[in-house]
């Protein structure tokens, strides 16, 4: 069982390059989630989505956009990467909003030069 | 807003030494609770978590937690730490029906042996 599989582990970015941050999870969650870690500074909820076709911004959304076409997949992507962008992502799924935890991939340590 | 506060931002400890981490949140209604712990260099995991019933949950590890509804806290506890349970450890708690979790901003945690 794979859980939350995210990809890359680590990147370097030039700035104003773009990417796409991949996350699939094989758990038949509804919601999933994208978070960035800074030292210090707990998690900050970027985006989520509450089932295929529905997305919703979280607390830090700006430079970012996501998509959920499918229930597995929700990718991230960063269009003009910033220096301020240089951080820890997670990615996270979790079944429902009632009596369910959620789980988290490795994350991607993005560093933007 | 709701939020949630852990107390203790470093915390340095000795083998065999007993450990407890504070987490207070600020909500009035039902919650769902949950503690993580990200060892160094990696994802976070879920350490455990109370949605009901009784109110002291144990955990993985050793690693138990007493929900006091007067108080709004839940304190993580461990009678005695190991070398191994140097990481960091964040409390969140799922308000109502928040379809988002609301995290602390952690505590770290380090054992010397």
């Known amino acids: 069982n794979a859980g939350v599989t995210q990809t890359p582990k680590f990147r370097i970015l030039k700035i104003g390059q773009s990417m796409t941050l991949q996350c699939t999870q094989d758990m038949n969650h509804n919601y999933m989630y994208w978070y960035r870690q800074d030292p210090g500074m707990g998690l900050k909820l970027i985006y989520y989505?509450?089932?295929?076709?529905?997305?919703d911004k979280g607390e830090v959304p700006n430079g970012y956009n996501v998509s959920r076409s499918t229930t597995e997949d929700f990718p991230l992507r960063l269009e003009l990467a910033a220096p301020s962008q240089t951080s820890v992502y997670f990615c996270?799924?979790?079944?429902?909003?009632?009596?369910?935890?959620?789980?988290f991939g490795q994350g991607t340590r993005l560093t933007v030069v | 807003a709701q939020s949630v506060s852990q107390h203790n931002h470093h915390v340095i400890l000795s083998e065999a030494a007993s450990l407890e981490l504070g987490c207070n949140y600020s909500?009035?209604?039902?919650?769902?609770l949950f503690w993580y712990v990200q060892y160094p260099g990696q994802h976070l995991q879920l350490l455990l978590k109370y949605f009901s019933g009784d109110p002291l949950v144990k955990g993985i590890k050793g690693f138990e937690a007493e929900f006091i509804k007067s108080k709004f806290s839940f304190n993580l506890r461990k009678p005695s730490v190991q070398w191994s349970d140097t990481a960091e450890y964040f409390c969140?708690?799922?308000?109502?029906?928040?379809?988002?979790?609301?995290w602390g901003l952690g505590t770290s945690l380090a054992v010397n042996p």
């Open positions: 969140a708690v799922k308000a109502g029906n928040n379809r988002k979790l609301i």
């Open positions: 909500y009035g209604g039902t919650v769902n």
């Open positions: 989505s509450v089932g295929a076709g529905i997305t």
């Open positions: 996270a799924s979790s079944y429902g909003t009632s009596n369910t935890e959620a789980f």
